[in-house]
């Protein structure tokens, strides 16, 4: 009778079961239902054909996609030059500037949301109009993922070997040059990771678009809520297919499964 040898591959078991029980038979369901017509019962593609079809869904997908486009950018205009400056700083304990965008974390979702919510109140922005039920919602999203933004950027930033900046200026290069040929886009990983980080689940966080308005503004996560919570199995999992697949399709464009190498890789922090 052979002994049974210990491998190295054995330790994957677990995680192979994890991702069979919470992520392939959920996904399973999630097709099997959006495939399912809810009336009959029987499998069609009617459900895919009704999403585009109908104006409020692809209006609902819009405004998604057009807030997760604002909180990105705002994002990473605040991000980079946060993430830029502490890294680049003389200080020895650099992450405890960190801490400073770091520490709200731990702080409760809901309670945060709410202190935001309660502020912005107190100034008279809630309940004024659809542009600043926008403005509240993609404040909201900033607040809540600027965090993810900053730490890859700081951390690729961090990586870059300084001798490349050295080279730029011994070249002639002046600080702007050096930054604009050299540092951004060896930041680029970090740059594209962070946008990941931020972007994809902007379009679903409803929380915080159902609290920073108080449900006037709806978002495609809240769709898909509304959409289960009323017995419509075939028109919520039509949705989170479709956001699925645009989530693989901008982690594709974003090169998020690429497996880049190099001294300056930000996405190595997640």
Request: charged fraction near 15%; aromatic fraction near 16%; include cysteine.
């Amino acid at each position: 009778m052979k002994k049974v040898r210990f491998s190295r591959s054995f330790l994957a078991i677990p995680y192979a079961l994890f991702m069979a029980v919470f992520v392939v038979i959920p996904l399973f369901f999630v097709l099997y239902y959006a495939l399912r017509d809810d009336v009959t019962g029987r499998l069609t593609f009617g459900n895919f054909v009704t999403f585009f079809t109908t104006p409020v869904n692809l209006r609902v997908a819009g405004r998604s996609f057009f807030i997760a486009f604002l909180s990105t950018i705002s994002c990473l205009l605040i991000a980079y030059p946060v993430a830029y400056i502490i890294a680049r700083c003389n200080l020895k304990n650099k992450s405890a500037l960190l801490l400073i965008f770091i520490v709200p974390m731990w702080v409760n979702f809901v309670l945060r949301i709410n202190a935001l919510k309660e502020l912005l109140s107190w100034m008279g922005l809630i309940n004024r109009s659809a542009g600043w039920d926008i403005f509240n919602t993609v404040l909201g999203m900033v607040y809540d993922f600027l965090p993810f933004m900053i730490l890859p950027i700081y951390t690729t930033i961090l990586k870059i070997d300084k001798s490349y900046l050295e080279a730029a200026r011994d070249l002639g290069a002046n600080k702007a040059k050096t930054f604009l040929r050299v540092t951004l886009p060896l930041s680029k990983a970090g740059i594209l990771s962070g946008v990941s980080m931020v972007f994809l689940p902007s379009m679903t966080n409803y929380v915080v678009s159902n609290w920073m308005t108080n449900n006037k503004v709806t978002i495609i996560g809240g769709f898909i809520d509304f959409a289960f919570l009323n017995d419509s199995w075939g028109r919520g999992s039509v949705t989170a297919i479709v956001l699925l697949a645009l989530m693989f399709l901008f982690t594709y464009l974003t090169g998020g499964f690429k497996n880049e190498n190099g001294a300056a890789k930000g996405k190595a922090l997640w």
